[in-house]
């Protein structure tokens, strides 16, 4: 579809394909990273699991359809890591964007070594350590989710700290689903800032601490949308408690940031930074 | 560090390097696909929000470092959008792989748009709408693991049923982190298997169940870690929950599929597919 952005000129109707031996994350990934940079919509098209040669036919049918319907060029990001379906593919009528072929061709010279082409080694197996890890720190984390518990915290890798809904349940998840890390997390309390202390269960683990604040009319908006007009929500008392929780970790010298208007993606991996925690798992 | 393969001659250390102006996810990615073509491990180091030409010149100084004490070139995979940094890393004495330059060039051309070489595009912004739904599928998510709550369930996009250990809750977090889809999860335990019916709270929703199965032996690996020795975990009681659990599908005629030996991405994508579920979000 073409942008509603003024600043452009409308474009003709483009169809985005991305096609893969696997998930097709790691082309849609890149491909969203690529396409951002033009500012324009495009009509997308994931086929994932294309891994016989009658499904790269049939992706090449429906490249060749909308280049038919279109009447312009498809683009096709692709992971195809069989020399034999790449080459298949690349009879379709579409923009060939090999994500595969571009990099392991010179990679294959610089290394001496012949690439596998094997599908499927691009994510964690299911019986690997790795993939056991990440299972074992999503169970942590959500086991100490909200201060629900205060067992084994010493095998936490991170405890983050905030008033409620500064964001520590989704960077909690995320860092235990994408980089096997156990991330438990509190939440800060007015009972915390009248005793103007952290919560005391969290005093033996200092250095794992880290503070996530947000600003008071973020928070007001979002605890708006969870209890509207609620005192929870009004904005005097979030100025009050975001700023007794930055009081608090200033004072208790702990790592924190801000998470307005980052991503859950940008906050991990700040934390992981700031932390120096080196991830688990892909 | 050396692969411990014994079919591939003793490599040389490499260092492979992941710099990104923003959380460098995207380089990672495509690096580790690429990457796990050739068996070998590398010494990956990341060096995300490298964002200033400052930061840009110290990431040139680790790379040549590295080529110092390795021996051998450093592979570069990045991301950098704006152009005078893509330029700057140039210099290093890596092997570049500039996955921007690489794919927006000849888009360029394709498309005729001038990109806008603009840090931070790829993932979620923080208020915007996609970013809302995540979140809100992040807690609608939580809040329907396990059977926890009914309330609501008319707004999920997809139940997922399954005894217990079979994968249900990582797979619904990651659908909801992911793609923005509102996943709840129910376990079949045995009072469902004696009554031969599935929990009857899910009767009206059956369009929206899916099934995950698991081979008897994987889940009484998995859920003996858990509880060692336990009836629960014992392979016998695996197999009959697991037949029943199975017969359960077919009877009632919903989708299912077996977890067994698949990746948390690799069980998501293939439910969207089946269940024909859009991604909302990034």
């Given amino acids: 579809m073409p942008s509603s952005n003024s600043s452009i000129v409308q474009q003709p109707v483009r169809t985005v394909f991305f096609i893969s031996d696997g998930t097709g994350i790691t082309a849609e990934t890149l491909g969203h990273s690529v396409l951002a940079q033009f500012g324009v919509q495009f009509n997308e098209v994931r086929l994932p699991f294309v891994d016989t040669l009658e499904k790269v036919h049939d992706a090449v049918r429906r490249i060749d359809d909308a280049f038919e319907k279109d009447g312009t060029r498809p683009i096709v990001f692709s992971t195809l890591v069989k020399t034999e379906f790449a080459g ?8 060939q964007m090999d ?3 571009t ?6 010279h610089e ?9 499927g080694r691009s994510h964690n197996i299911a019986n690997s350590i790795e993939y056991e890890n990440r299972i074992e ?13 205060h067992k084994n915290l010493e095998s936490a890798d991170v405890i983050l700290v905030g008033v409620s809904r500064s964001g520590k349940t989704p960077t909690s998840l995320y860092l235990a689903m994408q980089y096997g890390i156990k991330a438990a997390n509190y939440p800060l309390i007015p009972e915390d800032f009248e005793r103007g202390k952290m919560p005391s269960v969290l005093a033996p683990f200092k250095e794992k601490i ?9 928070l007001a908006q ?7 007009g609620s005192r929870y929500a009004a904005l005097d ?3 009050y408690e975001v700023s007794e929780a930055e009081k608090m970790m200033r004072t208790e010298g702990i790592h924190w940031m801000s998470s307005t208007a980052k991503s859950i993606e940008e906050i991990a991996v700040m934390i992981l930074q700031e932390m120096k925690l080196a991830k688990r798992s892909y």
């Fill in 88 to 95: 298949a593919l690349q009879s379709s009528k579409g923009m």
């Fill in 99 to 101: 994500l595969i072929k």
């Fill in 103 to 108: 990099f392991v061709d010179p990679l294959e």
């Fill in 111 to 119: 290394l001496g070594i012949e690439p596998a082409h094997a599908i």
């Fill in 137 to 149: 720190a999503i169970n942590f984390s959500l086991a100490h989710d909200d201060g629900q518990s």
């Fill in 210 to 218: 880290f503070g996530l604040s947000i600003s008071p009319e973020r």
């Fill in 222 to 228: 979002v605890r708006n949308e969870r209890r509207p």
């Fill in 237 to 239: 008392n979030c100025r």
